[in-house]
């Protein structure tokens, strides 16, 4: 990293310059304060980000109009020499920047929180603060950027890679390898194994590997074996012929038959009978399917991918999956990663699935919400973010998604929630009116939930603790769509 002097006009403006990565957020620091502009640039070059510094206001509105002021975050000092910061801020959003700014200020009174989040900071910090809390508020506005680009849409600084499957979307480095590995196999016609938990999306890792590939014109067949009786799954892997078994009024060709030309993607491989791997390993060596009851072969042309969320090596170890099954299966393995392991995709995700949920105008998502979920562990994965961003689209007024529109247990589970998350809205500091009501609505939930904990899901006895009826109790329940069941 080098430290450049660089004169624009008559004002010498500070310059850092590092290596632009990919995964590198670019910041703009305005500060006419050497000392202080100079420890700020140590802390965030420190934690790898792309830095520029200056101290001339007119440099930041020159860029703007240039329309190459591509910063995700913006660091900006109230007192600027010539201009104050809050009218650089307003400059900002008359431009259409989708750059997340926080201000920075001497003065801790509430009239200048005020006019700076109704001009549209991001946040501000009171000088002197922590360099932890500049590090973890440029984190989360930079999150809050990367989510507003890519609802804008904002030409060449989208996650222009990310295809439309919500399984790879993100420019975390674990999900460009996954991607990179996609493009590979999917020319490749072997066998692979997808590793991950319930909910990572192995299914669209799997569909993008068929229609990337040479069998795309040919059918994808998904079947997951955990969902299906022992006593089936014969019929369902391989068919049957009319009269097999009870029930058996017609011929049924199987999911080796559907798929022939194709892909079969073979989901939860691990819970497949002992017993039926043995005869699924004859059609992966031979290609050949005998119906139940029927007496002929039929050759099959089939792609297989399988995928499980257990640990193969364990269950073959303990006799619960075939050594030779395995084998033939683990050609080549692509690991899924959890979403708690790549949280940095998380507002590329938000954004996909806000647009594919929310119609022609997308909606948005506070700072504060986008920050707790941010710091909420996902046990469900991807498919838990999105089912909880249809909850919140539903619930949400307006068209900002806050605290109070996101399901209760990632509010009350998350670990970074910020309190004076109630008191703003997308356009700055709300209304006292509109305040006390979210303020009012998150206590509730709140509550809620911690009563029926007590009760162990007895909506009856949590209505007792509560000094409620229970038609009431229920009542607010289904108003914030807290499930009693998930407490038991």
């Not at 930041?60 to 900006?76: E, I, N, Q, S, Y």
């Not at 990632?410 to 303020?439: D, H, M, Y």
Request: glycine share 8%; charged share 25%; aromatic share 6%.
């Amino acid at each position: 990293m080098s430290f450049d002097a660089v004169a624009i006009g008559s004002v010498e403006t500070t310059c850092v310059s590092v290596s632009n990565r990919m995964d590198q957020v670019r910041v703009l620091v305005v500060e006419d304060d050497r000392d202080v502009s100079l420890a700020i640039a140590r802390k965030l070059s420190a934690d790898g980000h792309d830095l520029e510094v200056t101290n001339d206001p007119n440099f930041v509105l020159d860029r703007l109009v240039a329309g190459t002021g591509h910063w995700d975050v913006v660091v900006l000092d109230i007192g600027l020499p010539g201009m104050s910061g809050i009218e650089v801020l307003r400059r900002f959003r008359e431009a259409g920047s989708v750059s997340s700014v926080v201000m920075l200020t001497g003065d801790d009174s509430a009239s200048t929180a005020t006019e700076c989040m109704r001009a549209g900071a991001f946040y501000y910090l009171t000088k002197p603060f922590r360099p932890v809390e500049l590090s973890s508020m440029v984190e989360s506005a930079a999150r809050f950027t990367q989510m507003r680009r890519q609802l804008s849409g904002e030409r060449g600084l989208i996650d222009v890679d990310a295809p439309a499957d919500s399984a790879l979307v993100g420019t975390s480095a674990a999900m460009r390898r996954l991607r990179a590995a996609v493009a590979r196999l999917s020319t490749q016609d072997v066998s692979i194994l997808i590793q991950g938990e319930s909910g990572t999306g192995k299914e669209l890792v799997a569909r993008a590997l068929h229609e990337r590939g040479a069998r795309q014109k040919g059918h994808f067949v998904a079947l997951n074996c955990g969902a299906i009786p022992g006593s089936l799954i014969d019929s369902e892997l391989f068919g049957h012929i009319k009269g097999a078994f009870t029930g058996a009024t017609s011929d049924r060709p199987g999911v080796f038959v559907e798929a022939d030309g194709g892909t079969l993607f073979l989901d939860e491989i691990g819970d497949m009978p002992i017993e039926v791997q043995a005869r699924l390993l004859r059609v992966l060596q031979d290609g050949d399917v005998r119906p139940v009851g029927g007496v002929g072969l039929r050759n099959v042309d089939v792609r297989v991918i399988a995928a499980t969320h257990v640990d193969l090596d364990a269950a073959v170890a303990a006799g619960r999956f075939r050594q030779d099954l395995y084998y033939r299966l683990n050609v080549v393995v692509l690991v899924v990663p959890p979403l708690r392991e790549r949280i940095d995709d998380l507002p590329f995700l938000a954004a996909h699935f806000l647009r594919k949920h929310a119609g022609e105008t997308p909606h948005s998502i506070t700072p504060e919400a986008l920050e707790v979920m941010a710091s909420y562990s996902w046990p469900g994965n991807v498919r838990e973010l999105e089912n909880a961003l249809m909850r919140a689209i539903a619930f949400c007024h307006g068209n900002s998604i806050a605290l109070e529109s996101l399901p209760y247990q990632i509010t009350t589970r998350g670990k970074g929630s910020q309190p004076i998350g109630v008191f703003r809205g997308e356009g700055g500091l709300l209304p006292l009116t509109e305040a006390k009501r979210r303020a009012i609505t998150t206590y509730e939930q709140n509550y809620l939930v911690h009563v029926m904990e007590l009760a162990k899901g007895s909506v009856s006895a949590a209505a007792r603790l509560a000094g409620l009826d229970r038609a009431n109790f229920r009542r607010l329940l289904v108003r914030h769509a807290i499930d009693p069941a998930s407490f038991k």
